[in-house]
């Protein structure tokens, strides 16, 4: 196990792995007190990259389709990392994937059917763009518990709210004081008047150019028809929310959606990431929104605090950390400041090939985790999830460095895909989101 220098311990790199020529710490999952937090598996034998058997380049179609071998051996990955942390799947709370296509959604959800059984986990599916392998279509993460009394998974369901039967993951699930609520689109339920799998309600009138935003209609919808039902039936209320990711198709959505989101959560908002992702890359052909959360009951021990650390935050009203029990959930940071893009992460025009932007950003960045870090009495040493969202997935290499220098060494839990240009701040390559143990 590994400790810091201020005797916080305590996570548990499960299954480490050296990856590429030796320079790439790969902690597939961490173990941190009661959680297990799964890194972005993908169907890699850990030596050549993606395993020679899944692509089979030379007989691509000899045996099952290359989506489906794919899937098992991520699944396969999955329960020996969660075996070595003391779980299994049935203790799964959330899982987060990414694909290049969507074609390589229906293989995963038939090979998730079978590896899950009848209760699938709350689940976000999107499309981005290339991962850190070549040949890999599919990125799969996973939060689990080690479940004792009080603090056991316990599906929850509602008609309004289920998923597709193709999908048939459990819309909400709470273990303990903590609430995870599945992906959230403006999909069309049955019975709902609707316009190509979108609620009429969320979209505009069919004919008419004007007469609303579309992102701020899709994302009112999914709020008050969505999102405050689904809280509501784990005893939560949308002030309880500690952390929220937003996956956008359209960059120009950007301050749309936070003028929408301000106006019901400012008062009480959670620590939020908003993504990129790609054009059509949501279950909804035409939808422009996805949104994920986790809460804390509202009668439950477990109370959100805010962390300020004088960061700035990339979106205005934006928290820059939520501390809930011993989860540290900070929004996504970019290298910004009140000016944009840091001075310190822009390349010299006169001298464009003696700096790394993606190194220097990461270095911002990591400066500001490590004083939220302070300011919640742990440390950056706790991280036990980092998702990088790269505009070009080849900066990888050089933010991982960054981190593992910052590290000094220690195994990283990270994931990381390639998202669509722009991020939100002009000038910036880099988002990272990152989660921290904090006992």
Not at 68 to 91: M, Q, R, S
Not at 184 to 193: K, L, V, W
Not at 231 to 249: F, N, P, R, S
Request: charged letters at 20%.
């Amino acid at each position: 196990m590994l400790s810091n220098s201020k005797s916080f311990p305590i996570i548990e790199p499960l299954l480490p792995v050296k990856l590429g020529k030796g320079s790439i710490h790969f902690a597939q999952g961490i173990r941190a007190g009661r959680w297990i937090f799964v890194s972005g598996l993908l169907a890699q034998d850990f030596k050549n990259g993606i395993a020679p058997a899944v692509t089979h380049k030379e007989l691509p179609h000899s045996g099952l389709p290359k989506g489906e071998k794919e899937t098992t051996l991520i699944f396969d990955h999955l329960e020996k990392v969660l075996e070595a942390g003391g779980t299994n799947l049935a203790n799964v709370v959330r899982t987060d994937q990414y694909y290049t296509s969507v074609k390589a959604v229906p293989p995963y959800q038939s090979v998730r059917h079978v590896r899950f059984g009848a209760q699938i986990p709350p689940s976000t599916s999107i499309v981005q763009g290339r991962m850190v392998l070549p040949d890999g279509d599919l990125q799969v993460q996973a939060i689990a518990v080690l479940p004792e009394d009080g603090f056991q998974p316990q599906h929850l369901t509602a008609e309004n709210l289920e998923a597709r039967e193709t999908a048939g993951y459990s819309p909400g699930l709470a273990v303990g004081d903590f609430v995870f609520i599945a992906g959230i689109t403006s999909m069309a339920q049955p019975g709902e008047p609707q316009n190509n799998a979108l609620p009429l309600v969320a979209q505009l009138e069919k004919g008419v150019l004007w007469g609303g935003v579309p992102v701020e209609l899709e994302t009112e919808f999914i709020i008050n028809e969505r999102i405050m039902p689904a809280l509501e039936l784990a005893g939560a209320t949308c002030d309880d929310m500690v952390k929220v990711q937003v996956y956008l198709t359209n960059p120009d959505d950007y301050s749309a959606f936070n003028k929408i989101w301000t106006q019901y959560f400012k008062e009480h908002p959670p620590a939020l990431s908003v993504i990129p992702c790609a054009d059509r890359g949501l279950f909804v052909e035409d939808g422009r929104v996805e949104i994920n959360i986790i809460a804390v009951k509202k009668d439950g021990a477990t109370k959100k605090e805010y962390i300020d650390a004088g960061v700035f935050p990339g979106f205005s009203d934006q928290p820059q950390g939520i501390l809930a029990g011993d989860l540290l959930f900070l929004s996504a940071l970019m290298a910004i400041d009140e000016n944009g893009l840091a001075s310190g992460a822009t390349l010299d025009p006169r001298q464009p090939l003696f700096q790394s932007t993606a190194a220097a950003q990461a270095e911002h960045i990591l400066d500001n985790v490590e004083r939220l870090c302070e300011a919640a009495g742990t440390s950056l040493r706790n991280v036990v999830r980092v998702q990088q969202f790269h505009t070009d997935i080849a900066e990888f290499y050089s933010v991982n460095q960054v981190m593992a220098r910052r590290l000094n060494g220690q195994p990283i839990p990270f994931s990381a895909v390639e998202v669509p240009h722009p991020l939100p701040v002009p000038g910036c390559t880099v988002m990272l989101d990152i989660w921290v143990y904090a006992p």
